[in-house]
T-cell receptor, first 113, second 117 residues
Framework: DSGVTQTPKHLITATGQRVTLRCSPRSGDLSVYWYQQSLDQGLQFLIQYYNGEERAKGNILERFSAQQFPDLHSELNLSSLELGDSALYFC????????????FGNGTRLTVT | AQSVTQLDSQVPVFEEAPVELRCNYSSSVSVYLFWYVQYPNQGLQLLLKYLSGSTLVKGINGFEAEFNKSQTSFHLRKPSVHISDTAEYFCAVTTSNYGGSQGNLIFGKGTKLSVKP
């Protein structure tokens, strides 16, 4: 158990809809990262937050947004969903902004129909 | 920008045989390297990491990897695999450039290791 909790585990929704994925980092970890894993693109970094502030953006679409709350949990919002957004979305955390290993949750599998 | 190439998408091997999963990276700055394993329907679990010091690093489950700066490689090895090692393995790199990447991991596309009895 990595200590990173993601909910829900599975999500099935229709095109055009909006969903929210939730992540609770390991106790004491201030940095949260979101990754998307798909068959064609592999693991892609989306966005990073540190102690409530956005710190880095990767290949995140404008239809996607995220935030980190004062209790350090994070939410990834995906809107105007398309079939191609179907993927496994991972959250990961680490204590700070150093290069210590990331600890991953078990992911949320999103299926857009 | 950094990138990671895992040369083999699938590696089939018999139980108790040795295995090497290849990883090459490109970066214009110093890097930190990681290997993660992903079992079916699970998240990624850290196998081992290279941050500094000895270029031969040992990880969990009997795996080890060697950092070769001149060849920009970080190949993963295990002398004798088990059925339970069947999983997907990801090589990842990050840099020490705190002003930019903030330690974000760049992953390779993964290598599926299939251990057969």
């Amino acid at each position: 158990d990595s200590g990173v909790t993601q909910t829900p585990k599975h999500l099935i929704t229709a095109t055009g809809q909006r969903v929210t994925l939730r992540c609770s980092p390991r106790s004491g970890d201030l940095s949260v990262y979101w990754y998307q894993q798909s068959l064609d693109q592999g693991l892609q970094f989306l966005i990073q937050y540190y102690n409530g502030e956005e710190r880095a953006k990767g290949n995140i679409l404008e239809r996607f947004s995220a935030q980190q709350f004062p209790d350090l949990h994070s939410e990834l919002n995906l809107s105007s969903l398309e079939l191609g957004d179907s993927a496994l979305y991972f959250c990961a955390s680490r204590p700070g902004q150093d290069n210590s290993p990331l600890h991953f949750g078990n992911g949320t599998r999103l299926t857009v129909t | 920008a950094q990138s990671v190439t895992q040369l083999d998408s699938q590696v089939p091997v018999f139980e108790e045989a040795p295995v090497e999963l290849r990883c090459n990276y490109s970066s214009s700055v110093s890097v930190y390297l990681f290997w993660y394993v992903q079992y079916p329907n699970q998240g990624l679990q850290l196998l081992l990491k290279y941050l500094s010091g000895s270029t031969l690093v040992k990880g969990i489950n009997g795996f080890e990897a060697e950092f070769n700066k001149s060849q920009t490689s970080f190949h993963l090895r295990k002398p004798s695999v088990h059925i339970s090692d069947t999983a997907e393995y990801f090589c990842a790199v990050t840099t020490s450039n705190y002003g930019g990447s903030q330690g974000n991991l760049i992953f390779g596309k993964g290598t599926k290791l299939s251990v057969k009895p």
